[in-house]
């Protein structure tokens, strides 16, 4: 059973840099991973995903802010949006994205999350 | 980017009474390769979400099959046959065939 865990600053200033990373215990190698956040009290956002070679697709509304990258040495992922502001405080999550080896077998991901890291831009 | 719709955005329903929600997307999610790539979360309170349903009809391992999902094209319904009070939470729709994934607004279950 896979399992992710994740961590990273939970509170940072207007300006800076977020930074989050998730370990993932199980299988690593043929799926995408994608990170979500959340805002306090409102819904779900898709940030991006990235596959084992590194290929990645972003929301268009973070713009260029926003860099997720795999290091397959340790079976992790990372999370970095850059220039915060408080409209970037959120629940952020990480998760199993689709299964890519095996086409026939898509099923749109998401069907293991992280437990969430709480970030906090506040100056 | 598509837009996923969600109605109602409240739902409060009885114990033991079926419970449905709509979810309407801006653009067709049948994919290329034939599929329809539309799952349903759930998000109990202060908990990560949970994925019940893939491909717009297809229960997760563990989900009770009291949760079923069904639609085509651009019109998707989550049904509970018969509500528990381990269902109260928040239940999104997503779409997964087009660049970038969006979320429904989230519909709210609750015990009347």
């Known amino acids: 059973q896979v399992q992710l865990q994740q961590w990273g600053a939970g509170l940072l200033k207007p300006s800076e840099t977020l930074s989050l990373t998730c370990a993932v215990y199980?299988?690593?190698?043929?799926?995408?991973w994608t990170w979500v956040r959340q805002p306090p009290g409102k819904g779900l956002e898709w940030l991006g995903e990235i596959d084992r070679s590194g290929s990645t697709n972003y929301n268009p509304s973070l713009k260029s802010r926003v860099t997720i990258s795999v290091d397959t040495s340790k079976n992790e992922l990372s999370l970095k949006l850059s220039s915060v502001t408080a409209a970037d405080t959120a629940v952020y999550y990480c998760a199993r994205g689709d299964i890519l080896v095996v086409p026939a077998a898509r099923s749109g991901g998401m069907d293991v999350w992280g437990q969430g890291t709480t970030v906090i831009v506040s100056s | 980017d598509v837009v996923m719709t969600q109605s109602p955005l409240s739902l409060p329903v009885t114990l033991g009474q079926p419970a449905s929600i709509s979810c309407k997307s801006s653009?067709?999610?049948?994919?290329?390769?034939?599929?329809?790539?539309l799952n349903w979360f759930q998000q109990r309170p202060g908990q990560s979400p949970r994925r019940l349903i893939y491909?717009?009809?297809n229960r997760d391992s563990g989900v009770p099959d009291r949760f079923s999902g069904s639609g085509s094209g651009s019109d998707f319904t989550l049904k509970i046959s018969r509500v528990e009070a381990e269902d109260v939470g928040i239940y999104y729709c997503m779409q997964a065939t087009h660049w970038p994934r969006t979320f429904g607004q989230g519909t709210k279950v609750e015990i009347k």
């Open positions: 491909k717009v009809s």
């Open positions: 199980g299988a690593f190698s043929g799926f995408s």
């Open positions: 653009q067709s999610l049948v994919y290329s390769d034939g599929n329809t790539y």
